[in-house]
């Protein structure tokens, strides 16, 4: 059993950064791919970005590539992501997942989920 949760999120203008967190509980983090998606209103939870269970691999959404940045510390049980260039479209609850799956972008791969962080992006 995991328990995710993250924090990190809050309003910002276009064009500024967050870094969300999210932290797990257990004592096998590193054998977990962890990912981040992201719900906006009225639309279906989307894949952001994953990395594998040592960090050594990511994956990106083609949306966000080159502004997200994923990463993750198991020393600490945390995976971050940082957003930047962020755009009024980027405004959405961003969840983190883990998986025991190797890295994936799908969603029903994903076992244990956070109750989400808003993340809010002004013009």
């Known amino acids: 059993q995991v328990q995710l949760v993250e924090s990190g999120g809050g309003l910002v203008q276009a064009g500024g950064s967050l870094r969300l967190s999210c932290a797990a509980s257990g004592r096998t983090f590193s054998s977990y791919a962890m990912g981040w998606f992201r719900q906006a209103p009225g639309k279906e939870r989307e894949f952001v970005a994953s990395?594998?269970?040592?960090?050594?691999?990511?994956y990106y959404a083609d949306s966000v590539k080159s502004r997200f940045t994923i990463s993750r510390d198991n020393a600490k049980n945390t995976v971050y992501l940082q957003l930047n260039s962020l755009k009024p479209e980027d405004t959405a609850v961003y969840y983190c997942?883990?998986?025991?799956?190797?890295?994936?972008?799908?969603?029903?791969?994903?076992?244990?989920w956070g109750q989400g962080t808003q993340v809010t992006v002004s013009s």
């Open positions: 990395i594998s269970g040592r960090g050594g691999v990511s």
């Open positions: 997942a883990a998986s025991t799956a190797q890295i994936t972008s799908r969603y029903g791969r994903y076992e244990y």
